[in-house]
């Protein structure tokens, strides 16, 4: 008879107790192993008409209890023992006596449930300081600020687990986070790089704490996340026993019990995707060391499905937080002392709470850009984002708002003349194009014609007069001609771009290019042409950096320029302008306030002496406020004009 059968015999021929239960008459043949994680064995001090039944448990050692059975049997073993004085229980021993917390893993959650009681003698067992027991997090992150965002909520949900030490190096820790980005290949080969790296550790754990290589107390647990995860997860898992837990985007909360599922020997792995999840109800953890800086999520998920782009399939269809919550969000850190917040989405001012509106109104009144199409019909229409961006900067008149990464084709007139009256509101502007040419934004799905696309941009520039714009741009998309790229080179010098990212053209599975097209343009060819692109904008984007010199700009303070720290100070201009300047004391502009060097935090006036490519530099005049400078401004603006 296996030692499974003899168990189970043993224990239903027991002698039934006054109370109900079965002694166990097995207890001294066989010693169960200590459980993995020695915080399940945790429990209150026993009344004292139970420690007597519990007392033949008192001389289990670590040592002892390491020795003897396998993970079955020691589930059997511990699901027979119960306290004396309990209520009667049925004959089935997989009963659950009450929830643990955080809850093992499913396939094991009534069997562990009566396993406490083991540990009542604390002093014996060779455990973990309960500091340390849950394990201490290590963290990267890949790609867009998005994924920095999304690593923010989950270390706000581990720390609401317990897990309150971070690390930071990944020698030190006992799990491991590596937040990733799916959108082109480049991204995704140094992610498997570090994935290399990660596992060398937890491999060769035993050989790196003997060698002082390592320094956390047990192999580390690897998780991947974000948008890799959801695409590559069977090969993620497939990868040699690299990984131990998958998790996309839309699971994170489920992060907690996945990592318990290791403890267990399962792989843990969640990557369903929601039409709900947007973790309206989670305050992140903020992980930047710029402290007056931060990022809010106010939607996930994309409706455009461009044929090149990957993201509806990793990330899902578009849902958008209740305006409420972001406000609240907003105003916790106003209170914290951030001075500007990017809001964040896939498709940003797609923005549409349906949620806090009584009475919403019908689709067909979604107002896109004049030219633009949608691939994706509006059902209802609640509070856009223009409704958003007007209760934030009301609300928060001294803090600046900027957002990213947007779509051309929702940029209707009421959010521009926003833009342009609130003086809290960043006049800068994010416009991917991905390309010049009528033909290869049609094979992208793109919803829109190069004429389209410079009609908008005129239309801005004739509303906000000195909106700075940024964009993305692709070289090499599938069928893209020589004239097709002359055509995104004159684009680019004639829209005059601040900013803009620009690739090579990376297939992705599951897109409809990948289903649909070829991949046709050459690898040698398409860097070429991503040279050419690049040196076409350093062209016009070097005539708007010199055209900023002479004037004075506003300029939230960041921190020291780490070209000279101990004289100068940076910061960025409303256009995204990065700027840095010489430290030294200067007034305030409310004549309240005594001289002293500006410090993080502070608005400063400064004229600009000096530009480069990608830069500005210059001498500080004054510290201010939004409100402040609005007013001078506007009161220059108004003599100059008569």
């Not at 687990?161 to 480049?186: H, M």
């Amino acid at each position: 008879m296996d030692l499974d059968k003899k168990l189970i015999k043993s224990f239903l021929s027991a002698d039934l107790r006054s109370d109900g239960q079965r002694d166990l008459k097995l207890l001294s043949e066989y010693t169960p192993p200590l459980l993995p994680d020695s915080s399940l064995l945790t429990s209150p001090p026993l009344p004292a008409t139970q420690t007597a039944m519990a007392a033949p448990l008192a001389p289990l050692t670590a040592a002892r209890l390491g020795r003897g059975l396998g993970q079955r049997h020691r589930v059997l073993l511990l699901a027979s023992v119960r306290h004396y004085g309990a209520l009667p229980a049925p004959l089935s021993v997989l009963a659950p006596r009450r929830r643990l917390a955080p809850p093992p893993p499913r396939h094991l959650t009534r069997s562990l449930a009566a396993a406490t009681v083991v540990s009542e003698p604390q002093a014996d067992l060779e455990s973990v300081p309960a500091t340390v027991s849950k394990g201490r997090i290590y963290h990267e992150t890949y790609g867009c600020q998005m994924n920095v965002n999304d690593m923010e909520i989950v270390l706000s949900i581990m720390k609401k687990e317990g897990y309150n030490d971070i690390v930071p190096d990944p020698e030190s820790a006992e799990i491991i986070f590596i937040n990733t980005c799916a959108i082109r290949e480049n991204a995704e080969q140094k992610v498997w790089q570090r994935l290399n790296y990660f596992w060398f550790l937890k491999r060769q754990w035993k050989a790196n704490v003997a060698g002082g290589r390592s320094k956390s107390l047990r192999p580390p647990k690897i998780a991947v996340l974000g948008c890799m995860a959801e695409r590559l997860k069977e090969k993620i898992l497939d990868s040699d026993k690299m990984v131990d837990v998958v998790c996309g985007p839309d699971a994170y909360r489920d992060l907690p019990r996945l990592l318990q599922e290791v403890d267990y020997g399962q792989k843990g792995i969640n990557t369903l995707l929601s039409l709900e999840e947007t973790y309206a109800d989670i305050t992140p953890v903020r992980i930047s060391d710029n402290s007056v800086t931060a990022f809010v999520s106010i939607m996930r998920g994309c409706n455009n499905m461009c044929s090149f782009c990957i993201v509806p399939f990793t990330r899902g269809r578009e849902r958008s937080r209740p305006v409420s919550s972001v406000v609240r969000e907003v105003g916790e850190l106003w209170d914290a002392g951030v001075k500007e917040v990017m809001l964040l989405g896939q498709n940003v001012n797609s923005y549409n709470d349906t949620s806090e509106v009584e009475e919403l109104e019908p689709g067909k009144n979604w107002q896109l850009s004049k030219g633009f199409s949608s691939r994706c019909k509006v059902k209802n229409m609640g509070s856009r984002f223009a409704d958003l961006l007007d209760q934030l900067s009301l609300e928060y008149p001294e803090m600046w708002f900027r957002f990213t990464s947007p779509h051309p084709k929702d940029f209707p007139d009421e959010l521009l003349y926003l833009m342009r009256d609130r003086h809290n509101i960043c006049k800068q502007i994010h416009l991917p194009a991905q390309s010049g040419s009528t033909e290869v934004l049609e094979r992208m799905k793109r919803g829109y014609t190069r004429e389209a696309y410079l009609e908008l941009v005129q239309k801005i520039r004739n509303v906000i007069p000195d909106v700075g714009l940024s964009s993305d741009f692709i070289s090499g998309f599938c069928g893209e001609t020589e004239d097709d790229h002359a055509d995104t080179l004159s684009l680019v010098r004639a829209v005059g771009y601040d900013m803009a990212y620009m690739f090579s053209y990376s297939m992705r599975e599951k897109t409809h290019a990948h289903r649909n097209y070829e991949d046709d343009v050459p690898d040698d060819v398409k860097q070429r042409r991503l040279t050419e692109l690049i040196n076409t904008f350093r062209e016009t984007t070097r005539k708007i950096y010199d055209s900023q010199v002479g004037t004075t700009q506003l300029v939230l303070v960041e921190g020291p320029n780490k070209r000279a720290p101990e004289t100068e100070l940076f910061g960025k201009t409303d256009r995204g302008h990065r700027v840095s300047f010489t430290s030294l004391p200067v007034p305030h502009t409310s004549e309240r306030d005594g001289a002293r060097k500006p410090v993080v935090g502070d608005l400063v006036e400064v004229k600009i002496l000096r530009s480069s490519t990608a830069s500005l530099s210059g001498e500080p005049i004054a510290r201010t406020s939004l409100g402040m400078y609005c007013k001078n401004h506007a009161s220059d603006a108004s003599a100059v004009a008569a």
